[in-house]
Each structure stands twice: as structure tokens, then as C-alpha cells.
């Protein structure tokens, strides 16, 4: 069973600073893997979606890299926001045919002004 | 375009009675789950749609818990029974193409059973 965890569950961080989140999964066998974040009382908003076979995508000022073989992405940011501040999650897809995305238990970023 | 829509946003029922909670995706996005958080809790999967049909019920906890989907568009989660346990955010999800691009979620409907 697919098992994804986030670490560290929380962060506090002055705002101009660079910061990464990390993202580890235990079964390197994905199909594709997804930052989301999620803002207190809303849904979730995708931010970057990597495929197995690529290494990082970017937008702006995050980048997330992917290397499938040690089951670890992790999610820049640069020069952060206190508008960056929100909780962010990492989801895979399995490499099995089965869409559903399984769910990291998130890092919840404060950037501070 | 407007994004994925959920109804009610929140809602409160006593233990022991049916609530149907609603999602209208985004027009065109053939994929569609119901995904659900607990407080302090990962988002639980429940149920992936296709089209019409449901490939995956894998993540419905109980037989109390059914969902469908209609016209390949609007999708209706059923709750009989409620237990207080139900209690969460129930969020759905759609996209073009199954595990394959972006999911765009609702902002979720917050149920809570007294």
C-alpha cells in the first residue's frame, strides 16, 4: 500500500526567505505526481503536476522536482509571500491502471510579513 | 468557466438520517472523485468516476455510503444512516483525463451529524 508523507507538518518562515517542503512515498512505482495547496475553509488548488518520466516542472516562483527512484519530490519557493501562506499537500498516482491519488497529510506553511 | 461546484456548503443532520451531497464539475472533465477530510486527517479517497461508470468504489467505507453520477456531469454522494463518524468535508474533484492532468477540487461540503 501506497504510503506518502510530508515532513515538516508545519513551518514558519520570515517573509524574501527560499524554503523547501519535502515529499517522500514509499512505493516508487507512480505514474505521476501533484503539489496542491489549500487555503483555511476551501478546496484544493493544483500547482504543478510531474509526470514519472520527468524530473521537475516550475511555475513562477515554485519548482518541484521528482526523483521516482527514491520516492522523494520536493516543492521550492522562492522568495516567499505572506500570501504563499496556506497548507500544501503532494499527491501520486500509481503506476497500476488505479487513478485514485493518494494523499500526503500536508505542510502547513505561515510566511510571516 | 466556472470551477467545480459542491452543494450544499454546509450541513447538519442528526445521526441516523440520509443526506445527498452534491458536486457539478467542470463542463467537460469526463473523471470525477469524492475525496473526504476529517479534521487533523489526510483526504481520504472514496470514489472515482469515468464518464458515467465507477471503476473504483474502493474508498466507500461502508455499504451505508453509495454514490452515482448522471449524464456524465453531475455527481450525487448518499449518505444513509449517518453515524457521527460522517462528520467532515466532503470534497470532489474533477479533471479531462484520469490521473493524467490537473484535478480541480470544490470548496467542499462540511457535514456534521449531532
Known sequence: ?113 | GAGVSQSPSNKVTEKGKDVELRCDPISGHTALYWYRQSLGQGLEFLIYFQGNSAPDKSGLPSDRFSAERTGGSVSTLTIQRTQQEDSAVYLCASSWAPGNSPLHFGNGTRLTVT
Open chain 1, 1 to 113: 500500500k501506497q504510503e506518502v508523507t510530508q515532513i515538516p507538518a508545519a513551518l514558519s518562515v520570515p517573509e524574501g526567505e527560499n524554503l523547501v517542503l519535502n515529499c517522500s512515498f514509499t512505493d516508487s512505482a507512480i505514474y505521476n505526481l501533484q503539489w496542491f495547496r489549500q487555503d483555511p475553509g476551501k478546496g484544493l488548488t493544483s500547482l504543478l503536476l510531474i509526470q514519472s518520466s520527468q524530473r521537475e516542472q516550475t511555475s513562477g516562483r515554485l519548482n518541484a522536482s521528482l526523483d521516482k527512484s527514491s520516492g522523494r519530490s520536493t516543492l521550492y519557493i522562492a522568495a516567499s509571500q505572506p500570501g504563499d501562506s496556506a497548507t500544501y499537500l503532494c499527491a501520486v498516482v500509481m503506476d497500476t491502471g488505479r487513478r485514485a491519488l493518494t494523499f500526503g497529510s500536508g505542510t502547513r506553511l505561515q510566511v510571516q510579513p
